[in-house]
């Protein structure tokens, strides 16, 4: 039986291989001229780290001033059906969720239904006091002293391999850890935390006067187009959902664990693809989809009590490359997938890349940035 089930991981691992080498998906013919050798050479490097990583399913998507010139799936979406890759994939994007959430949060901002500063007892009233105020403002910041989620080698202990389900309502996962304490006091010290964005999630529930995901739905991904966005809900069937692998300890590619995302849906629990993400990526250009001052806030770094930078601003990463140009980013990593979504704001540049197995890194996503910054037509595209 062994000896079957050795052979059964053998041949999917080279099928996988096979289909990554040969088999790319489908790349736009409207591609403009001046991109085909940053994209040829992005294939390279997407298809060497796919093999070496042994990751089944990958797309990429990127968009320049709002125009997607790329978007290719590469590999495998589900390997038992053997059903390839394709931009309308949908992956497991994780932490990039909280991007979205923050959009929620800044609309809620902009139609004056929510103080950024407030308690969030004004919100959610009962939650518990702490020894300070928390804030909307320093949810969104991870600045709020709320624990992250606890790793355990021990697979029935680690909270991120949750399998309950909180389908009825965000409070009930806030009761998870409402009463646990703080990691230290809010605004005191920058901690990530996941569970500091389900609690923002709350607040945007009762702050708008309806349930989070349709909140974000009908205010983020509907007037941003993203039709292929939406939570990672394991009642329901959602078409083009990948399947979602590991390795075993033979590093042969197996189904990932059953897992239940509906207790961090805004940190961590929906599924995008990598065009929806560049298009939402795209949003934040310029002004349109959120108000001048409410991008500015939303791209500018907090910062402590005692004035130290956290760069980060609404949920999002804040930094320089090596080239000293500016940028916003997002990393996310879950059983079953990783992404990764860049914004250059000056360049007018949107990168995202998602893939469907768990641990595998997107480093290239650096590698094929710097293609296209450094091809001269794109160094000379400005925003108009």
Excluded at 336 to 361: C, D, Q, W
């Amino acid at each position: 039986m062994r000896k079957r089930s050795e052979q059964t991981s053998y041949s999917i691992n080279w099928f996988l291989v096979g289909l990554i080498v040969v088999f790319c998906g489908h790349a736009d013919s409207q591609t403009p001229g001046e991109y085909k050798n940053a994209i040829a050479k992005g294939k390279t490097i997407i298809t060497d780290t796919m093999a070496k990583q042994k990751i089944p399913g990958l797309s990429i998507a990127v968009a320049v001033n709002g125009k997607i010139i790329w978007s290719e799936g590469f590999g495998v979406a589900n390997l038992e059906n053997q059903i390839r890759t394709t931009p309308a994939t949908r992956f497991r994007i994780a932490s990039v969720s909280k991007t979205f959430t923050s959009a929620a949060m800044a609309k809620l901002y902009e139609q004056s239904k929510l103080d950024l500063d407030a308690p969030v007892q004004t919100y959610v009233t009962d939650f518990p006091l702490k020894e300070r105020k928390i804030t909307a403002r320093q949810l969104v910041g991870h600045l709020s002293g709320i624990r992250h989620l606890r790793r355990d080698q021990d697979e029935a202990k680690d909270e991120f391999y949750d399998r309950k389900n909180y389908y009825e309502n965000v409070a009930e996962a806030v009761e998870f850890f409402k009463n646990d304490p703080l990691d230290f006091a809010p605004g005191s010290k920058y901690g990530y935390s996941s569970f500091g964005f389900t609690l923002l999630s709350a607040v945007i529930e009762n702050a708008g006067k309806q349930d989070f995901l349709t909140y974000v739905r009908q205010e983020v991904f509907q007037p941003l187009k993203m039709l292929d966005s939406a939570a990672d809900d394991n009642r329901k069937i959602i078409p083009n959902r990948a399947g979602f692998y590991s390795l075993d300890v033979n590093l042969n590619v197996i189904n990932a664990p059953y897992i239940d995302q509906s207790r961090s849906w805004a940190g961590g629990g929906f599924l995008s693809t990598s065009e929806d993400m560049v298009r939402f990526g795209s949003a934040f250009l310029k002004p349109g989809f959120l108000r001048a001052e409410t991008l500015k806030e939303m791209f500018t770094s907090q910062t402590t009590d005692d004035g130290k930078e956290t760069g980060v601003g609404f949920a999002w990463r804040i930094k320089k490359d090596p080239d000293g140009r500016l940028f916003y980013n997002h990393p996310g990593e879950n059983v079953g997938g990783r992404s990764y979504l860049i914004i250059y704001p000056k360049e007018g540049m949107v990168i995202a890349m998602a893939h469907n197995i768990t641990g595998a890194h997107l480093g290239s996503i650096t590698e094929i940035s710097k293609l296209f910054l450094n091809d001269e037509m794109v160094r000379n595209t400005r925003l108009q």
